[in-house]
């Protein structure tokens, strides 16, 4: 009787950890399964650098969105990204490549503009600063063109 005893709880402590390992793999995975309703807006930008689809979208540090895909078009590359619904973007929107410290992983920020004139969804945000080419600073720095 205390073997079976022992076994159940040897199952019962297995499949909590199995649950636990779901659910944070779920969490850092960072997957919606629930709700997550969002609308597409694109930009289109001369290099992404490093900006990889998945990546997150931040407006003032909070992360707004993520990054649906990356296609060349017209030789600029054209990021689709998945914006939370109740989030209102201007059209005067500047969307910018930046790095999470000196070599982190890129995301994408957006810096909201004054115009009251809403960018309606699937449309563009025209104004873009692409990333900056830290290699090619450093290059100029060493080799006196700076």
């Not at 950890?17 to 399964?33: E, H, P, T, Y």
């Not at 004054?114 to 960018?119: D, M, Q």
């Amino acid at each position: 009787m205390k073997r079976s005893a022992l076994d159940l709880a040897v199952g019962v402590f297995v499949l909590l950890g199995i649950l636990a390992l779901g659910w944070l793999s779920v969490r850092l995975g960072k997957v919606d399964f629930f709700g997550g309703e969002c609308g597409t807006v694109t930009a289109d930008f001369p290099t992404t650098a490093g900006l990889k689809t998945g990546s997150s979208i931040e407006i003032a540090g909070v992360e707004v969105g993520r990054v649906t895909s990356i296609q060349l078009t017209n030789y600029q590359a054209r990021v689709v990204m998945s914006i939370r619904n109740g989030i209102k973007l201007t059209e005067d929107s500047i969307a910018s490549i930046k790095t999470r410290g000196l070599i982190g992983e890129k995301f994408l920020q957006i810096s909201p503009g004054g115009s009251e004139r809403i960018i309606k969804p699937n449309g563009k945000i025209t104004e873009v600063e692409p990333p900056i080419d830290l290699e090619e600073l450093l290059s100029k720095y060493v080799f006196g063109k700076v």
